[in-house]
Nanobody, 122 residues
């Protein structure tokens, strides 16, 4: 199983950015996915997740600015981020939960991608 996140980069405050995550080695429709991020010297933070039935859920602090979608035919997941702030600067990770019912807790995910860096300048 492999996950690869991409789409990070340097943006300005207020910009939008979409991250992608491609999944290989898992059967489409059987797994759930999540996005996490980790800023320097901070703990890994849950952003949101999507179940095997495409139900999404988010961290309360990010709901409304961030949204998750997936294209099961392509085994892809996306993270749309709007109104970016300097405090959104972090390494962003995608992760897979083989049960299909992901949670807010990183320890429950089976597989992780390598992360893509998002830097928001003020």
């Amino acid at each position: 199983v492999q996950l690869q996140a991409s789409g990070g980069g340097l943006v300005q405050t207020g910009d939008s950015l979409t991250l992608s995550c491609v999944v290989s080695g898992l059967t489409s429709g059987t797994y759930g996915l999540g996005w996490f991020r980790q800023a320097p010297e901070k703990d890994r933070e849950f952003i949101g997740g999507i179940t095997r039935r495409d139900e999404t859920f988010y961290a309360d602090s990010l709901k409304g600015r961030f949204s998750i979608s997936r294209d099961s035919a392509k085994n892809m997941m996306y993270l749309q981020m709007n109104s970016l702030k300097p405090e959104d600067t972090a390494l962003y990770y995608c992760a897979a939960d083989s049960t299909g019912w992901p949670t807010r807790y990183a320890r429950t995910y089976d597989h992780w991608g390598q992360g893509t860096l998002v830097t928001v300048s003020s």
